[in-house]
């Protein structure tokens, strides 16, 4: 893989995250307003309960990614199509369960925290809920099979432009006075022409592949889920972990800590997502090599990328260092400042030594050793689950002893 095409992935992966991150800057406050609380309330309910959902991915992307960049490079095709296959049929069956789950929260509203006059409108609401999320999980197939490919380039953009289209469909959605049914249908909507864009390039750039459920054999489904057993336990780790931080910090502590906690570690998460731009070809890059048999490039690679992550990260950590109080101070309030920025300080130390290590658990996960990390992940937890028990009823929110690796590890 030439590095040029690397960069290119990587800056395409930074770019992705930045429009969207704008977009979403200046479209909340819109959409906040036009719903009002209620309404924009029931939305983050509703996107909270079918966002686990999501989790039915169960790691098969990761797997589908590795195993295509393995018999792709080796131009075993018809090995390809069986792999895609399989996990078509894989994500087909998650889409179906999270359907029917779907339906049952549906009936299951008046147990909800929704006022009554809102409960026909929420029991409509998961009821697209369920077909949004299948689409979205078979769409998971097409655009890991161009990751895999290290065509990092056309998923973002479609990406972008599918983040573009539903802001500026919701702007006039919202303007002629619609509500949240309209969003959620705008959502399924340019979540089906995304899935059916990358579809589209995905066969454009690799015709030789064949994806038909015909082609889904048993050893193909029992291999990919050999691999995603443990990637999916990596997967659930983090949200749980955090979870479970801010539970420890409010049981421990106060709820109203968790407020503090919560604002530098979510300055963390986003620094992690920039490592994340990186990260993300690690993986099916290191399985290429693989492939090839030639471990010394890959090697190579995976300490280029983790050379080049760190440089990345070290100026952010620096600003964070020096000036994290200020900017939490003038971007959520002066009696913020001090108590988050030292929070904020402590995380930061995490950051700079974490950020090698996420590059080294995409290789990993690549070559298909990543089970050996969960045994290391659960150790880690109960350290700091151990320790911040004995700390925090002593020192307070300072004895928190750097959740940021368990929060921010991808």
């Not at 309404?39 to 195993?67: C, E, K, Q, W």
């Not at 108590?339 to 690549?366: D, E, H, M, P, Y």
Request: aromatic share 10%.
């Amino acid at each position: 893989m030439e590095p040029s095409r690397i960069l290119r992935n990587v800056f395409s992966n930074w770019g992705g995250f930045v429009l969207s991150a704008v977009v979403n800057f200046f479209l909340a406050p819109f959409v906040v307003h036009h719903l009002g609380n209620t309404l924009y309330g029931i939305s983050v309910l509703f996107l909270a309960l079918t966002g686990y959902l999501g989790m039915l991915d169960l790691g098969v992307r990761g797997a589908l990614m590795r195993y295509v960049a393995r018999f792709h490079v080796r131009a075993e095709h018809e090995q390809s199509s069986n792999v895609a296959s399989a996990a078509v049929v894989l994500f087909g069956a998650a889409g179906i369960l999270s359907t029917v789950i779907c339906l049952l929260l549906a009936f299951s509203v008046d147990s909800l925290p929704i006022p009554e006059s809102y409960r026909a409108l929420a029991r409509v609401l998961f009821l697209l809920a369920g077909p949004n999320l299948l689409v979205s999980l078979i769409s998971g197939v097409f655009s890991g099979i161009l990751m895999a490919l290290q065509r990092f380039e056309p998923v973002n953009l479609i990406g972008v432009l599918s983040t573009v289209i539903r802001a500026a469909a919701i702007v006039l959605a919202l303007s002629a006075g619609g509500g949240l049914l309209a969003l959620v249908w705008i959502q399924l909507l340019t979540t089906l022409a995304a899935t059916l864009a990358c579809a589209w390039v995905c066969f454009r750039v690799y015709p030789e592949l064949d994806v038909r459920i015909q082609n889904c054999q048993r050893e193909f489904v029992l291999m990919i889920l050999s691999f995603s057993a443990y990637s999916f336990l990596l997967l659930v780790f983090d949200p749980l972990l955090a979870y479970l931080v801010s539970l420890l910090v409010g049981a421990l502590g106060s709820v109203a800590l968790i407020t503090f906690f919560w604002i530098s570690a979510n300055l963390i998460h986003y620094s992690r997502i920039i490592v994340g731009g990186i990260s993300k070809t690690s993986t099916p890059l290191a399985s290429a090599l693989e492939a090839q048999g030639d471990p010394a490039r890959l090697r190579r690679a995976t300490l280029l990328a983790s050379s080049f992550a760190t440089v990345v990260v070290l100026p952010i950590a620096v600003t964070f260092l020096l000036r994290g109080s200020s900017f939490i101070a003038l971007w959520m309030g002066n009696e913020y400042g001090e108590l988050c920025g030292n929070v904020l300080w402590v995380l930061t130390i995490g950051l700079i030594f974490s950020a090698s290590s996420q590059i080294a658990l995409a290789t990993v996960l690549g070559i298909g050793k990543h089970s050996a990390v969960v045994p290391v992940f659960i150790a880690q937890a109960l350290a700091t689950l151990v320790a911040a028990a004995f700390a925090m009823p002593r020192t307070g929110l300072m004895g928190w002893p750097g959740p940021s690796r368990f929060l921010t590890w991808w």
